[in-house]
């Protein structure tokens, strides 16, 4: 038996209900608290990043072998609960990169430029010209927290544009290939002289409000932050308060410290300029969700052959 908590391409859901019984029923992330109850005869969990695999539910899974992730970030999943129960996660790697680094590579246009939210201006008859000159993007520094696959990605995208990259990554080897089109640098390097930050990290308790009151002040004046990795990654706070002093000139923010994002939490970001937010779908493509669906199809097919 095969569960699967969240969206998935029709195409690769077919393929698994012809192989095995199937449950397609991505309602479940609205209601997870009805999942346990189901999950007798479940050898594989299907989920994206709202369903949260935690041990609780584990404990309720006898018979799960299997955890397919439409995607790559793991903060859903108890993964050493998995592991202590001999369940195997598989993340869909590499699948979405592409979606990833486009959804940066064009915030980083859009923002730098600052000329695309005029027509509210225009639509009441102003014409803001002056004010909509902007900044281009070729010659312009963009510097990566994180240098793993979605922002060796970025990079590959970003030079072809012209910007010059400068990135941190503590894990990423000094011999590695990838440093070969970025200079290597600290979070303080990063910051002081990237023209775009780009967040690229896990959500752990080492990067829990990394970008924060002390970490935007060091950044260069009049960046852009764009973050398509975890919510919780940025002060959510600071971030407005950099935005409104004009410390910080744009941000694009994919990923928030409550999400979904409700009204109440959306208010901080009323009357800021030059802000763009999306619902957590830097990811997710028509295109990417093809490709992700697959994969994971795949290797659920694959385990349970």
């Known amino acids: ?45 299907i989920v994206r990043n709202r369903t949260q695999v935690t041990a609780a539910l584990l404990a309720a899974s006898p018979d799960l072998k299997y955890v397919g992730r439409l995607g790559v970030g793991l903060d859903n999943i108890d993964v050493d609960a998995c592991k202590a129960r001999g369940v195997e996660v598989m993340p869909a790697l590499g699948a979405n990169t592409l979606s990833v680094a486009e959804y940066v590579v064009t915030n980083a246009a859009i923002l730098l430029r600052d000329a695309y939210q005029a027509k509210h201006a225009m639509m009441n008859g102003d014409w803001p010209r002056t004010q909509s000159s902007g900044r281009e993007i070729g010659g312009r520094m963009l510097g990566l927290l994180g240098f793993g696959a979605n922002a060796q990605e970025t990079g590959r995208l970003a030079r072809a544009m012209g910007m010059n990259l400068i990135a941190y990554d503590p894990f990423l080897p000094a011999d590695h290939l990838a440093w070969g089109h970025a200079e290597r640098g600290e979070i303080s390097d990063v910051l002081a002289r990237a023209d775009v930050v780009s967040l690229h990290v896990p959500l752990t308790d080492e990067t ?13 004046a009049g960046a852009v932050l764009i973050n398509a990795a975890r919510g919780g990654v940025v002060d959510e706070e600071a971030l407005v308060a950099a935005m409104a002093s004009g410390q910080v000139a744009g941000a694009a923010l994919d990923v928030f410290e409550t999400e979904p994002l409700t009204k109440e939490a959306a208010e901080k970001f009323k009357g800021i300029k030059n802000l763009v937010l999306t619902p957590h779908i830097a990811g997710v493509t028509q295109d990417s969700n093809v490709r992700v669906s697959a994969m994971i199809a795949d290797l659920v097919l694959d385990r349970l052959s």
């Open 1 to 45: 038996m095969i569960l699967i908590t969240e969206f998935m391409d029709d195409e690769a859901v077919g393929r698994l209900k012809v192989a095995h019984a199937t449950n397609y029923a991505p309602e479940l992330a609205d209601a997870q608290g009805d999942i346990p109850a189901k999950m007798a005869g479940v050898q594989a969990l």
């Open 208 to 220: 829990r409000h990394m970008i924060n009151v002390e970490s935007i002040a060091q950044m260069k």
